[in-house]
């Protein structure tokens, strides 16, 4: 059962912005309410990397490659998870996945493309 469904991805050149969003159809809303959510993502041939943290008390970390550019936040009334990436770099292009930390476990997103072209 999909419990995280990711949407935004594409392409775009250097400079340009993306806005990713992440919706938790499944969860109630007490449940996303009480999740810190993430995004992660991975590049071509490498790790998956976390990029954004934002906890359920909405306190939000950031990866040192995108402090500055991009803003993670969150909607529990919509049970949504946004991402807000501006500066792209080509070094960005990499598959972007959410992530819900729950006390039932751990739950992904099956990911969204971005490519950013120089």
């Known amino acids: 059962q999909v419990q995280l469904v990711e949407s935004g991805g594409g392409s775009v050149q250097a400079g340009g912005s993306l806005k990713l969003s992440c919706k938790a159809p499944?969860?109630?809303?007490?449940?996303?309410?009480?999740?810190?959510m993430n995004w992660y993502r991975q590049p071509p041939g490498k790790e998956r990397e976390l990029v954004a943290t934002i906890t359920s008390g909405r306190t939000t970390n950031y990866a040192d490659f995108v402090k500055g550019r991009f803003t993670i936040s969150r909607d529990n009334s919509r049970k949504m998870v946004y991402l807000q990436m501006n500066s792209l770099k080509p070094e960005d292009t990499a598959v972007y996945y959410c992530n819900q930390v729950r006390q039932d476990g751990t739950y992904w997103g099956q990911g969204t493309q971005v490519t950013v072209s120089s």
């Open positions: 499944r969860n109630i809303f007490s449940v996303f309410s009480a999740s810190d």
